[in-house]
């Protein structure tokens, strides 16, 4: 089974603040997808990134994808409390075989 | 305007139950998958489907059981339910070569 470990797992900073999330594997993916959840809701994808060292941009927000496609990373510029859920990181093998999501990293942004 | 629908949002019931979580999604995708979450935690994946008639079980051990008649539908049956599948399902599904998941808002089960 592959893992995807996702760092921190709880942040709770103040509005205006910057954070980095990680996603990190041992496994080599073919895409990377990044989703939010709020409370109550499903996920909903934010960005697929496919190409080793990618860099997308989403406004505030910057996604990266690691040289070696086994880690990303999610950036927030002055983070708002509409930032405020559960961020997913989610790996695909490519083929037939299942995406993998990650631990989740539950994110709080304080007014 | 293509979707995921799943019913009931919520349900409250007792230990011993048969209960059945509806899924179905618009958009003609070949691949469905339901999760089981636990508010605010990861994603836990219990069954998944290639296409009509084919289903499998997912990395979390589940007595759930799932059928995939129609493209566009698939439940998820619990033959008899107790306090520990308490627990968020969401149902997703992809289209097949795609890796984007579309979501639904999920089941918040409750078995007391």
């Known amino acids: 089974t592959q893992l995807l470990e996702q760092s921190p797992q709880f942040l709770s900073i103040q509005e205006g603040e910057n954070l980095t999330v990680y996603c990190n594997s041992s496994?080599?993916?073919?895409?990377l997808q990044w989703y939010r959840q709020e409370p109550g809701e499903g996920p909903v994808l934010l960005v697929t990134?496919?190409?080793?060292?990618e860099v997308k941009k989403l406004k505030r927000l910057t996604f990266q994808f690691g040289d070696a496609r086994k880690d990303s990373s999610l950036h927030i510029t002055a983070a708002q409390p509409g930032d405020t859920g559960l961020y997913l990181c989610a790996g695909d093998s490519g083929g037939y075989q299942k995406v993998t999501f990650g631990t989740g990293t539950k994110l709080q942004v304080i007014p | 305007e293509a979707d995921i629908y799943q019913t009931p949002r919520y349900l409250v019931i007792g230990t011993g139950k048969k209960i059945t979580l509806e899924c179905s999604q618009t958009?003609?995708?070949?691949?469905m998958y339901w999760y089981q979450q636990d508010p605010g935690m990861e994603l836990h994946l219990i069954h998944y489907?290639?296409?009509?008639?084919?289903?499998e079980k997912g990395d979390l051990s589940s007595e759930s059981t799932v059928s995939r008649i129609r493209t566009e539908h698939f439940p998820l049956t619990l033959e008899s339910a107790r306090p520990s599948h308490t627990s968020q399902y969401l149902c997703?599904?992809?289209?097949?070569?795609?890796?984007?998941?579309?979501f639904g808002p999920g089941t918040r089960l409750t078995v007391l």
């Open positions: 990134v496919v190409t080793g060292g």
């Open positions: 958009m003609g995708h070949d691949k």
């Open positions: 496994s080599v993916f073919s895409s």
């Open positions: 489907s290639y296409g009509v008639n084919s289903t």
């Open positions: 997703a599904s992809s289209e097949v070569g795609f890796d984007e998941q579309f």
